[in-house]
């Protein structure tokens, strides 16, 4: 990545955690463009992300089977607040050295991976929610280079699904082009429909 990594995690964070903090306690049931994935369920895993990748930044290895419910009384505070100590995390030259003992791979993709999460998880609880949402621009324009590298392998591991043919028919969202072509790369629809 050109720009630091936790300089683009900072530019990130914040608005991911304001549509988190704009998520009611009556929508964690709703679906999200993650087939996989209520609300709620997508939630846990965020929180999984920005604690494990906080360990990632230090060389550790991480537990990804575990599932815990991180919903708890006060869990958008807590979001945020692990949400800063992510960034914080990264913010240390060192952490872009080597390779992940625990994923195998390059650091600064480690760290992409993390601002990959937040970027387009971001959207999709915003869709999903009924929320306004836009990533920060830097984000979007260095995620490109990391979906392109780590699309193939991605797709064979089902973590990205493979990208929609033509969209879904339904409301087409404000989109900025390069935001619309990095989801439909990660295998989203940028026309998902919003839930009535």
């Known amino acids: 990545m050109s720009t630091q990594t936790s ?35 997508l939630l846990n895993h965020l929180f999984q992300v920005v604690v494990n990748f906080q360990d990632l930044a230090e060389k550790r290895q991480v537990e990804w089977a575990e599932k ?14 692990e949400t800063g100590r ?13 390779v992940s003992p625990g994923m195998g791979m390059p650091q600064p993709v480690i760290g992409g991976m993390a601002l990959l999460d937040l970027t387009v998880h971001g959207w999709d609880l915003a869709v999903a ?30 973590v990205f699904a493979d990208p929609p043919a033509t969209p879904t028919p339904g409301p087409t969202p404000d989109l900025a082009p390069n935001l619309a072509h990095l989801l439909t790369q990660t ?5 998902w429909p919003q839930t009535p």
Do not use: I, N
């Open 7 to 41: 300089e683009l995690l900072a530019a990130a964070a914040p608005r991911t955690v304001d549509v988190v903090r704009g998520v009611s306690d009556d929508q964690l049931d709703l679906p999200t463009p993650c087939s996989d994935y209520s609300v709620r369920d």
């Open 129 to 158: 929610t009924g929320q306004p949402y836009q990533p920060a621009p830097e984000a979007v324009a260095e995620l490109h280079a990391l979906v392109e590298r780590l699309g193939p392998t991605a797709r064979k591991m089902g």
């Open 68 to 81: 815990p419910d991180h919903l708890g009384d006060g869990w958008r505070d807590r979001f945020e607040a």
């Open 187 to 191: 295998g989203r629809t940028p026309t």
């Open 86 to 98: 992510l960034v914080t995390a990264w913010s240390d030259p060192s952490t872009l050295e080597g």
